[in-house]
């Protein structure tokens, strides 16, 4: 058994070296509809624990293997946080790390745990997932334990996400008919408005999943990045569409486009023709639309008016 995987290069994240914290089997609260792992039975806790020292050794190994490590990842055949050990493993993470950042992959629903809430404010970038807002959405999608309520589990992203001082980024998996209705994504995006965060990466399901459920294509995330509020930075992250989607856009459609919802490099290319990817080239030299990265992804947005 090896805890450590990788490493695996990540446009958004770097070259990657992975910590499974639940190397030994699945051990998760949740057992998500969606989930690219077998169906299993929910837990509150681990049961097979890998140990900490064990970890430390593997890690050490593999950062002198690899030299040109951006970020640890601390992931888990099931919920990392679950992992019993948590806040000593980033401790000791953090004395041998340099400066290798590290990302914690997280359900969010332990965050209510000030052990856990306080561990992942050791960390320099954490990714909270958040698939829905209302109860009834929440069980049907990610199938939680009995005790798991998702008002507190948001309460609590909400109180991380304003002391947190790394990169906090959000992420929402969308199921076909489960969680895509207009109303659950205003529901999300009135309590995204309130968690401030790095990028909000929205996706669909990539691999065969647990149950049967459908995935949303490409056409209908586009559609559902366009009812979040514009001041939100939406990530489309799935993998790209087998079928034709470019079309043609004017110059004052590309500002109109852009205006509505900031566009990713990968949206551009998706959806624009060759005319209209030049034409996004010229509002850029015209300094009418600019490029932003600081997200970890480039954003293209308007900054100047088309008719000045
Ligand atoms: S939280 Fe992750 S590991 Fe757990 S059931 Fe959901 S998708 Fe699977």
Redesign the pocket.
């Known amino acids: 058994m090896s805890v450590i995987f990788g490493p695996i290069d990540s446009r958004r994240f770097g070259r990657s070296l992975g910590v499974d914290l639940s190397a030994l089997s699945?051990q998760?609260?949740?057992?998500?509809i969606?989930?690219?792992?077998e169906p299993?039975r929910?837990v509150s806790k681990q049961d097979l624990v890998v140990e900490v020292d064990l970890i430390i050794l593997e890690l050490k190994e593999a950062l002198c293997r690899y030299s040109d490590i951006d970020e640890i990842t601390l992931t888990?055949?099931?919920?990392p946080t679950l992992y019993p050990d948590l806040n000593l493993l980033i401790d000791r993470i953090n004395l041998i790390k340099g400066d290798t950042k590290t990302l914690i992959l997280t359900?969010s629903?332990t965050l209510n745990s000030p052990d856990v809430y306080n561990a992942l404010l050791k960390l320099d970038r954490v990714k909270l997932?958040l698939d829905a807002v209302s109860k009834e959405v929440f069980k049907k999608v990610?199938?939680p334990l009995n005790n798991i309520e998702i008002s507190n589990i948001i309460d609590a992203i909400k109180r991380f996400a304003q002391e947190f001082r790394g990169d906090l980024f959000m992420e929402i998996?969308f199921v076909k008919d489960i969680n895509d209705a207009p109303d659950e994504i205003a529901r999300l995006n009135q309590v995204l408005q309130n968690i401030p965060c790095k990028r909000i990466d929205i996706g669909t399901i990539d691999r065969p999943p647990?149950y049967r459920v459908q995935r949303v294509e490409y056409e209908e995330l586009v559609k559902i990045a366009e009812q979040f509020d514009s001041s939100l930075a939406i990530n489309i992250a799935t993998r790209k569409p087998s079928k034709q989607l470019q079309q043609s856009f004017s110059s004052r459609e590309i500002v109109q486009t852009l205006k509505r919802r900031p566009l990713t490099a990968d949206d551009i290319e998706i959806l624009f023709d060759e005319p209209s990817q030049a034409r996004v080239q010229e509002l850029i030299a015209k300094e009418i639309v600019a490029v932003s990265n600081s997200t970890g992804v480039a954003f293209f947005t308007v900054v100047k008016s088309l008719d000045k």
């Open positions: 699945k998760c609260n949740l057992d998500c969606y989930c690219e792992l299993s929910p888990a055949n099931g919920e359900n629903t997932s990610d199938r998996l647990a």
